[in-house]
């Protein structure tokens, strides 16, 4: 009969080797996001709390957007925006069933995270625009605000599908990946 160590050691050979992709900060940014996008969608907006929480939204987004410049490598813009041809040829790809598989985000995802930090921070400014003496209680500012998160919305619950198409397309879970910040070699 084997040994427990060598049958530790068997299975440690047949597990996937695996990367380090996501960075605590990325990860940390992603969930905290996540929360506070539900905070605001399942609470009374017009609160001190929501727009505390908003306040935050755009905090978590500059902190974000500085990651972008100078994180670490899947982190970095640079690593994983293309150009409209090159994300174009990749969602061809995806229709043909056959997409190229990427470590850090796939040009679909690329294209999806800057449209998201977009609409949160468009969202997130309207409400806050809100708040002024030259936009209080202004109708206009209020129908922005609500078209913008009811858009933001959509934008996520596009990025959701889009996950798990891409996470059954290459066999991994990308969700897992974002929680560990390790991806399939």
């Known amino acids: 009969m084997p040994s427990r160590v060598s049958m530790m050691e068997a299975g440690r050979a047949t597990r996937?080797?695996?990367?380090?992709?996501?960075?605590?900060?990325?990860?940390?940014f992603h969930w905290s996001l996540v929360g506070a996008m539900a905070y605001e969608f399942l609470f009374e907006p017009g609160t001190f709390a929501h727009n505390a929480v908003g306040y935050a939204i755009l905090g978590l987004i500059g902190i974000r957007v500085l990651w972008g410049l100078v994180g670490s490598r899947h982190a970095r813009f640079r690593d994983f925006v293309t150009t409209p041809a090159g994300t174009l040829n990749y969602v061809i790809e995806i229709v043909r069933g056959h997409p190229r598989r990427y470590i850090?985000?796939?040009p679909a995802g690329?294209?999806?995270v800057l449209g998201l930090m977009l609409a949160v921070t468009a969202t997130a400014a309207s409400g806050w625009a809100m708040t002024t003496d030259a936009l209080w209680g202004s109708e206009w500012i209020e129908e922005l605000h609500e078209a913008l998160a009811y858009g933001t919305l959509a934008l996520i619950a596009l990025h959701v599908l889009g996950v798990i198409a891409a996470s059954w397309q290459?066999?991994?879970?990308?969700?897992?990946?974002?929680?560990?910040?390790?991806k399939r070699a």
């Open 16 to 28: 996937p080797a695996t990367i380090r992709v996501w960075d605590p900060l990325v990860r940390v």
């Open 170 to 182: 290459h066999g991994e879970n990308l969700v897992k990946a974002m929680v560990t910040g390790r």
């Open 104 to 106: 850090g985000h796939n």
């Open 110 to 112: 690329a294209v999806m």
